[in-house]
């Protein structure tokens, strides 16, 4: 039997069109916003990505939020295309669901997260 965890990992990414990491550059290219939200130790361990934006995990819906005051200037309505990145994907399953659930329509995430994509934005 799945635990709790991955019967909700697995509705999140349910309502995901996933990404995989050969498609990141195209998002980009369409204006999309590749968030990283690992923590700062993790990111100096595994490396950096130049093309992401670092909004950290615990404030991630304040700061996509378009109608929260502390929202940054990217989120300036609920048709922005944020691409979630963590260290393997899992992390940025749950973290793009929540921001569906805040109306934000076009979130979602990398598959395989940073350990797949660090090859293709090299």
Do not use: F
């Not at 093309?51 to 990217?74: F, G, K």
């Amino acid at each position: 039997m799945a635990s709790r965890i991955d019967r909700i990992l697995d509705d999140a990414r349910a309502r995901l069109h996933r990404l995989p990491a050969a498609e990141v550059p195209a998002a980009l290219d369409r204006g999309a916003i590749l968030v990283d939200i690992r923590p700062q130790a993790q990111r100096a361990r595994e490396g950096e990505v130049a093309e992401a934006l670092v909004i950290e995990r615990n404030v991630l819906e304040w700061r996509c939020d378009p109608t929260s005051e502390a929202r940054l200037p990217q989120a300036v309505d609920d048709d922005v295309e944020w691409v979630v990145l963590c260290s393997e994907g899992y992390t940025s399953s749950l973290a793009a669901a929540a921001l569906l659930d805040l109306g934000l329509h076009r979130a979602t995430d990398v598959i395989g997260g940073y350990h797949a994509l660090k090859g293709v934005l090299a």
